[in-house]
C-alpha cells in the first residue's frame, strides 16, 4: 500500500508503527450547521483510506474529532467575539450545547447515509480544554508560546519547521490568519492564538490561567490527537482547505509540544467543484446531502461520484453526473441479483454480507484464473494511492468477464467491503421475499411457460408494486427487491 504524503510531497509506502495496526486521526466537523456536499467528499476519502487500509489486512484506528467551542467569523471582531456557534444559537432559539448537539446528529446521519464507517472515538473540543490548557502552558514552558492582557499566541518564529507543510514563505503566511485581524498585541503578525480572552458577549467561555476565555481552533486537534493517538500516529486526513493555516498550526504546536514528529503521513482530500465553480451560496451551487435526497436521489450515488475521481484531483458535482452515478448503481445492482441466482446453492451458505447488503451466501470461492487476475487488479489499483476510476474500470470489465455468476457475486461484494457502495442492497434469497412474493413468481413462470403473456404481465406489475422487481434470465427468474 502507498499513499500521497502532503508534508513530503511524494506517494509514500505506508508501514504502520505498529505491525497491523494503523492510528489515524480526522479532522471532523464543526458543528453549528449541517456539513456541505464537499466536506462530505472529504469524510469519503478518509474512509476510503481507512477502507483500503483494511482491505491490506490493518485494523484501523480512526479517531473524529467533534469542534463544539464555536470560532471566530470573519467578521466577529464587529459583534462583540461572538462566535459561529453563537451566532447559529440566536438565529434557531436553542443554546450553543443544543446547537452542537442537533448538528453532530446530523453528521452523524450524513455520514452514515454515505456509508462512511464509524470513527473509534469522536472527542468533543469542549470536554478537552482543561487539557489544551495544559498544552497552551507546555508551549509556553518550552519557549514557543507567549500572553499578552489574556491572550496567548504562538510564537512562529520558535519553531523553525514552520512553512514545512505548506511550503509557504513567512510573508504568505498572514494572509493565513486573517480571521485573526490586526492584533498589536502580536509580536509577529503571523503568530497565531491559542488562547483567546472571551469578549463580553461570548456565551462559550473557560476559566483558565489567563483569565476567562476559550481555546484556538488548531490547538484542539494537537491536543485531542495526542490525548488519543498518542505522541507518534500513523496517519492524519482532513480536507485540502485545512492544510494551511490548521495543519501547518497543529504540526507547530504538537512537535513543538513534544519535541519529535507526531504525524507519520499526512493524506489530504482535495476539494469538490459545484457545477463547475466553488461551492458559494451566492452562486446557488452550494449543497447539503439533503438537497440531493429531497430531489430522490440516493446518498450512495453520491458517493460513487465521488468515486469516480481520485482524491487527490478536484472532483465535480453536477445534477446530470448524480443521475448517471443513480443508473450505475441500480445497474450494479441489478447484476448482482443476476449473478446472485435466487436459488444457487449459494444461497444456504452464511457470510458477513458486503457492507451492510442482505445477508447472503457467500460459500463460492474466487477461483478461476480470469476472477483471481481481475481481483488482482482491483487491489493493485486501491493500494496505488486509492485510485478509485482505475479500481472502478476493473469493476465495470467484471459483467463481460470469462467468470462464473457466483464467482461475480462473490468478487463485487468483496470489492464492495471498500467501495461502499451497497451493490447487494435488495439482493434477496427466496425465503426473504415479502409474504406472497414467491408463489406470484412461481405464478409468473408457468404464466410465461404457457405463453400467457397478459398474466405475466400482470404478475409483474403486482410484484412491482409490492417493491419487487423481476428480472428474466437465461437461467430463470431473479428479482430485486426495493423496499
Ligand atoms: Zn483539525
Known sequence: MRFYD?????????????????????CGPTVYRPVHIGNLRTFIAADLLR??????????????NITDVGHM????????????????????????????????GAFMRDTAAVNVLPAAVYPKATEHVPDMISLTETLIRRGHAYEVAGMVYYDVDSFPGYGRMSHNTMDQLAAGHRIEGADPQKRHHYDFTLWRAAGSRRLMRWPSPWGDGYPGWHIECSTMSLRHLGERFDVHT????????????????????????VVGHWSHAYHL????????????????LADLTERGADPLAFRYLVLQTRYREPTNFTWDALDAAERGLAKYRKQMAEWFGGDSPIRSATARPPSGGASLGAGVPVRSEAALALDRRFRQAVADDLNTPRALTVVAELAAADVEPAEKFQLLGSWDQFLGLDLARGVTTRDQLPPGASEKIEARERARASR??????????????????????????RWLVSR
Open 73 to 104: 467569523t470573519d467578521d466577529s471582531q464587529e459583534q462583540g467575539g461572538v462566535d459561529k456557534m453563537q451566532l447559529a444559537s440566536e438565529d434557531e432559539g436553542l443554546s450553543p450545547a443544543e446547537i452542537a448537539e442537533k448538528y453532530t
Open 6 to 26: 502532503t508534508l513530503s510531497r511524494s506517494v509514500k509506502d505506508f508501514t504502520p508503527l505498529e505491525p497491523g495496526r494503523v492510528t489515524m486521526y480526522t
Open 238 to 261: 482532513g480536507g485540502a482547505d485545512l492544510l494551511f493555516p490548521h495543519h501547518e498550526d497543529e504540526i507547530a504546536q504538537s512537535e513543538g509540544a513534544v519535541g519529535h514528529e
Open 452 to 477: 400467457d403473456w397478459a398474466s405475466a404481465d400482470r404478475l409483474r406489475t403486482e410484484l412491482a408494486a409490492e417493491g419487487v422487481e423481476v428480472i428474466d434470465t437465461p437461467g430463470g427468474t
Open 51 to 64: 477502507r483500503a487500509l483494511a482491505l491490506e489486512g490493518l485494523e484501523v484506528r480512526q479517531v473524529l
Open 273 to 288: 467543484l459545484s457545477e463547475g465553480r466553488k461551492m458559494a451560496k451566492s452562486a446557488g451551487n452550494f449543497y447539503q
